[in-house]
């Protein structure tokens, strides 16, 4: 799925990234309205990584909707 169809979708799929990022409250994933920038932003904030390696986890997760 690429993230123009994961943002259209946000409410089909939020609950996978909840299972993905068990971090990032429902509030949170709501405000993210499937905006990969915003996501990519929250991953980094909670877990403490690297730009690159949210993204990468971001887009690996993407893939497999």
Same mark, same amino acid.
Request: glycine share 12%; proline share 0%; hydrophobic share 30%.
């Given at each position: 799925?690429? $993230?123009?169809?994961?943002?259209? &979708?946000? +409410?089909?799929? +939020?609950? %996978?990234?909840? #299972? #993905?990022?068990? *971090? ?6 709501? !405000?993210?309205?499937?905006? +990969?920038? &915003?996501?990519?932003?929250?991953? !980094? +904030? %909670? ?6 390696? =949210?993204?990468?986890? =971001?887009? *690996? $997760? =993407? %893939?497999?909707?």
């Amino acid at each position: 799925m690429n $993230w123009d169809q994961v943002e259209g &979708q946000w +409410k089909e799929v +939020k609950g %996978k990234a909840r #299972s #993905s990022w068990g *971090e990032i409250t429902d509030d949170e994933l709501d !405000q993210i309205g499937g905006k +990969k920038d &915003q996501l990519v932003g929250k991953i !980094q +904030k %909670k877990y403490g990584l690297e730009r690159e390696e =949210a993204e990468r986890q =971001a887009d *690996e $997760w =993407a %893939k497999g909707l």
